[in-house]
């Protein structure tokens, strides 16, 4: 599949536990297990899943994240399977009237790492398609998280919800951005890539300017001695601005000669 190459997997150390609470499609849970693999969160527990969840659609929706379909534990209960953890967080949309501490995906993401810098298991839980968590599910947690969203259409499903929180959690941990290919290794960050050349030195700059300044000077271009000065400094700010590669230097001086051969070949088909 596009976007996915399994000769890259890397160890990116302890993530956190995702915990779909009665999840109740395969294709659901399909789409949050690959959510998870984006972002490098490997354990996935289904709590009371619904009786027969196709694991045929859950493994098709993956999209290559199979193995942690495959991996996922099965629990009858909630409660029983928090037992092994330090610490919980629970996502929801919904004010629920109780003293709990709120984060966002971002503030959360920051907590976990701390906590897990110092040994902790935690773990995060998702509610349901339909309603989310209940009450009594998010009283068993110890931090609530919830996104800044339109209020208007603040419920989101269970693969997009994992998909924000993995985010935040893995943005961290990542190295790089997006993926490396066979001809092109993957972008060290974000600014302004020039795959295959440099930015344009100085001296190539400057070159240009005086280039384009003369031919321009030469066509009379510049109207009025006086107005000279402020438009060439207007001029190299443009150009400036862009700050151009090698390439696209040697590029905008082959444009000035070809358009300047052209205008040297008019005049002497006028007889100038």
């Known amino acids: 599949m596009a976007g996915t190459d399994h000769r890259q997997k890397r160890d990116f150390g302890p993530s956190p536990t995702v915990m779909l609470v009665n999840p109740q499609l395969g294709e659901n849970i399909g789409m949050a297990a690959r959510a998870m693999a984006n972002f490098s969160l490997m354990d996935l527990v289904l709590v009371s899943p619904r009786d027969g969840w196709d694991k045929e659609k859950a493994e098709a929706a993956a999209s290559g994240a199979v193995e942690t379909v495959k991996a996922a534990i099965v629990v009858p209960e909630l409660a029983e399977a928090l037992k092994a ?5 629970a996502t929801t949309a919904r004010p629920r009237g109780m003293t709990k501490d709120v984060m966002t995906p971002e503030q959360a993401a920051a907590d976990m790492h701390t906590r897990i810098g110092h040994g902790q298991k935690i773990v995060i839980l998702f509610g349901r398609e339909r309603y989310g968590l209940t009450n009594d ?4 947690a110890d931090m609530i998280i919830t996104a800044p969203v339109n209020p208007a259409y603040a419920s989101l499903n269970i693969a997009q919800a994992v998909l924000l929180v993995g985010y935040e959690w893995f943005k961290p941990l990542a190295t790089t951005l997006g993926m490396e290919t066979q001809e092109l290794a993957a972008l060290a960050g974000p600014g302004l890539h020039m ?8 001296e190539e700059l400057f070159g240009f300017f005086d280039h384009i300044e003369s031919e321009l000077d030469a066509a009379g271009f510049f109207k009025t001695d006086d107005k000279r000065p402020h438009m060439i400094r207007n001029m190299r700010n443009l150009f400036a601005r862009t700050q151009p590669s090698e390439q696209e230097v040697r590029s905008l001086r082959g444009i000035v000669s070809a358009l300047t051969r052209v205008h040297e070949l008019r005049k002497a088909k006028r007889g100038e």
């Open 85 to 89: 953890y330090q610490y919980v967080y």
């Open 137 to 140: 599910e998010v009283s068993l």
């Open 195 to 202: 795959p295959g050349t440099q930015p344009a030195t100085k």
